[in-house]
């Protein structure tokens, strides 16, 4: 068994007395890792940790904050190659996606670090030429970072980089299927000598998660993962008016592929939207809302690739899709592809089972989950054309008429979180850029592949904040409107009288 990992907390390496949990390649079924599960006495010792670090850490500058970032971003860089291929070990996504993600996490820290020497805040105007008039942000204090499976190194740093860069320290839970990934990440913390507290981790499940967001002393809360979690979060949040959190949540996202659009960019764009991370992105696509002028072409062209697109391993350069993360998944995709079926839907791809031969060696125990395409009515309101299944379940949806009609169907699901368009008729584009419910949009694109530059995050169910670069400083921030007056006496705004008139007798 290899070596049992523990917490870091307070700049130590330290035991729990907890259980342990092991993380697993989901391609091959191998051990990679045993963990100690964080109890609640972790929990409050990273707290307390995070807690007394803050006030040292906060009155460094930016930054000298942020110089501790570009040590994380060159040890990102450097081992490139090798934390990509722990993420495709870890989570399953195929190599080029696996690299992705520590890219898009340098790009983060790059995003962080490089504005704490940009200007910050607002000089506004006075109505008193003597006074002036700005804003200042201060850091809330400590912030819980709960992180999921699936971009297990990029979304840590959409959180952290930030947090840490505005003067906050940190405690994370990476999700407990990549507990690998956090151990790397938290060594490169140690490695670059962060002081002690100002970042934490906790190994483990949704108990000790629970158990962050309760504690007094989280002042923000920043997580990214299920709408299950992410809305009881939001709940326990709401009730203590002190505690802030960004919480970006699932999608029922769809692509729309309007009788104006390039058929080639369409099916180019269906596919990645649906089926790259094997349909395990929040933004993943589960809906293709197709013009019925461009119905049948479109549906002969998708089915070909989804009968066709490399499922195998996520190591192998020639793989497109990698195995879904865990056997409960398995369990839950399946389920939803069996549900649409009692559904009465038309299936025209059913992979969910993989035949052995397109098992590669070695990979008997990967959880593989092969593409499932059906069509259906829009105007039935059906479970699986409504609810997120996280996997390469994708239903084609035909439509006719206009675009109010396409971006109705769009908008037909509790989420908002990410959608596409594919259009070449500026109008239709802009009818949809007007109207669609989303948080994320694209056109002549797949709905996934956002940049760090941009807000990422939904509305309706799929979020109340946007945990990811210029929108965390918001989450992890308070302002303070600063007037400062220069003159000789004190000169009221608005034309409030500032004599003190008295009574002489
Ligand atoms: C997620 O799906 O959880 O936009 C995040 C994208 C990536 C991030 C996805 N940059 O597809």
């Not at 840490?164 to 994370?172: A, D, F, P």
């Not at 934490?200 to 499940?205: A, I, S, Y």
């Not at 690739?305 to 839950?332: C, I, N, Q």
């Not at 009609?405 to 908008?411: G, K, P, S, Y």
């Amino acid at each position: 068994m290899p070596n049992l990992h523990q917490q870091y907390i307070d700049g130590e390496w330290t035991d729990s007395d907890g259980e342990t949990f092991t993380s697993e390649n989901p391609a091959t079924g191998d051990t990679l890792g045993e963990f100690q599960r964080a109890t609640t006495r972790e929990v409050d010792e990273a707290v307390a940790a995070a807690d007394a670090a803050f006030e040292e850490w906060r009155s460094l500058s930016r930054i000298d904050r942020a110089e501790y970032l570009w040590d994380i971003y060159h040890e990102l860089r450097d081992r490139h190659q090798e934390l990509g291929e722990a993420v495709t070990r870890e989570c399953g996504k195929e190599i080029s996606e696996g690299k992705a993600d520590v890219t898009e996490a340098w790009h983060m820290v790059e995003w962080a670090a490089g504005d704490a020497r940009h200007p910050k805040g607002d000089v506004v105007p006075s109505e008193i030429p003597a006074k002036d008039a700005y804003m200042r942000r201060n850091p809330r204090g400590v912030t819980a970072c709960i992180t999921p499976w699936n971009f297990p190194v990029a979304i840590p740093f959409w959180h952290m980089a930030v947090a840490l860069v505005e003067g906050n320290t940190v405690v994370w839970k990476p999700a407990e299927q990549t507990p690998l990934c956090g151990q790397i990440i938290a060594e490169m913390f140690d490695d670059v000598g962060v002081p002690d507290g100002v970042f934490n981790l906790l190994q483990g499940h949704g108990d000790a998660g629970a158990a962050m967001v309760e504690d007094d002393r989280v002042d923000t809360v920043l997580f990214t993962g299920s709408a299950e979690v992410g809305h009881q979060i939001a709940e326990t949040v709401a009730a203590d008016s002190s505690k802030r959190a960004a919480c970006e949540m699932g999608g029922k996202n769809a692509v729309v592929v309007t009788d104006e659009a390039d058929l080639d960019i369409a099916v180019h764009a269906a596919v990645m939207s649906s089926f790259k991370t094997t349909g395990q992105r929040c933004v993943s696509s589960e809906r293709l809302v197709v013009h019925t002028d461009v119905y049948d072409e479109f549906k002969q062209r998708f089915v070909e690739v989804a009968e066709r697109v490399a499922v195998g391993d996520p190591l192998d350069e020639s793989t497109f899709m990698g195995p879904l993360v865990e056997d409960a998944h398995v369990e839950k995709v399946t389920s939803y592809n069996d549900l649409a079926r009692t559904e009465g839907v038309d299936v025209l791809v059913d992979r969910t089972e993989l035949p052995d031969e397109e098992i590669p060696d070695g990979h008997e125990n990967g959880h593989w989950v092969g593409p499932f395409v059906y069509e259906a009515d829009p105007d039935e309101p059906l479970r699986c054309t409504h609810e997120e299944v996280f996997g390469p379940h994708v239903a084609l949806l035909e439509y006719e008429g206009d675009i109010e009609r396409a971006v109705e169907i769009q908008n037909d699901t509790d989420y908002g979180l990410a959608g596409a368009i594919v259009s070449e008729d500026y109008r239709q584009i802009n009818y949809y850029r007007d109207h669609a419910e989303v948080g994320l949009a694209y056109a002549n694109l797949p709905c996934i592949g956002a940049e760090v530059q941009l807000p990422f995050g939904g509305v309706k169910k799929s979020g109340n904040g946007y945990p990811s670069a210029r929108e965390v400083i918001e989450a992890v921030t308070d302002r303070t409107a600063w007037t400062v007056n220069n003159g000789e006496g004190i000169e009221m705004a608005q034309g409030l009288s500032a004599d003190i008139n008295t009574r002489d007798d």
